[in-house]
């Protein structure tokens, strides 16, 4: 069946580029989102890339995506404390339902 | 900003009670999800409804689940008897169509669901 993988834990320093990433096995695959999810809040959608796109950049965040190797990151430029969160990988299935498949998450620690 | 509202916040309830989580999706969305997040654990699907009917549902939407719009705004789910695994936090989710394409989806700050 579909499935998103993210490594778990991810620690930066304030300043420095953190890069997030994530795998995913459903080819058909149509988007791709990235969330965000700060603690005892909901599903913030950050950004998403449509599948016949390689590369989008939105301010400090830039979405790559390797289509053959099923490979998504999440870039994001001089990382803050306040990005300390945990980042969920998505992608929509091949249904026209609009349901997503989420990883399971990567919390990112940014350290002053 | 338009968004997704969630109500309760936070829900405590007795093990084979009836519970109604509610949720107020973007005005001009045409799709409506719910999905749980258990402590630790994946964001999973649970259905999907267009239309006035479930589009999608997942194998943990079982017969004590069931969703409902019951007017123009609101979208509900209501576990029928809940067990102390239903404990989680359950996200209302919508999508809007453009050109016939679901775009992306807008998620409330979800509900809390402590079956004790």
């Known amino acids: 069946g579909e499935d998103v993988e993210q490594s778990l834990f991810l620690s930066v320093r304030e300043g420095d580029s953190s890069v997030i990433n994530c795998t995913y096995t459903?080819?058909?695959?149509?988007?791709l989102y990235w969330y965000k999810q700060e603690p005892g809040a909901g599903l913030q959608l950050l950004t998403y890339?449509?599948?016949?796109?390689d590369m989008k950049q939105d301010q400090r965040l830039t979405v790559l995506l390797n289509k053959k190797d099923k490979h998504l990151s999440l870039r994001i430029a001089d990382t803050q404390t306040g990005d300390s969160a945990i980042y969920f990988c998505?992608?929509?299935?091949?249904?026209?339902?609009?349901?997503?498949?989420f990883g399971q998450g990567t919390t990112l620690q940014v350290k002053p | 900003e338009p968004e997704v509202t969630q109500t309760p916040s936070h829900q405590v309830t007795q093990m084979g009670q009836e519970v109604i989580l509610r949720c107020v999706p973007i005005?001009?969305?045409?799709?409506f999800y719910w999905y749980r997040q258990i402590l630790g654990q994946k964001v999973e699907f649970l259905v999907s409804?267009?239309?006035?009917?479930?589009?999608?549902k997942s194998e943990i939407f079982d017969d004590q689940f069931s969703v409902e719009r019951p007017d123009g705004s609101n979208f509900t789910l209501k576990i029928r008897s809940t067990k102390l695994e239903d404990s989680a936090m359950y996200f209302c989710?919508?999508?809007?169509?453009?050109?016939?394409?679901?775009?992306?989806?807008?998620f409330g700050q979800g509900t809390r669901l402590t079956v004790v």
């Open positions: 998505a992608e929509r299935d091949s249904s026209n339902t609009g349901k997503l498949i």
């Open positions: 989710a919508s999508s809007e169509t453009r050109s016939r394409r679901i775009t992306e989806a807008f």
């Open positions: 409804f267009y239309n006035n009917e479930i589009s999608e």
């Open positions: 005005s001009n969305h045409l799709y």
């Open positions: 890339i449509f599948s016949n796109m």
């Open positions: 459903d080819s058909s695959s149509t988007y």
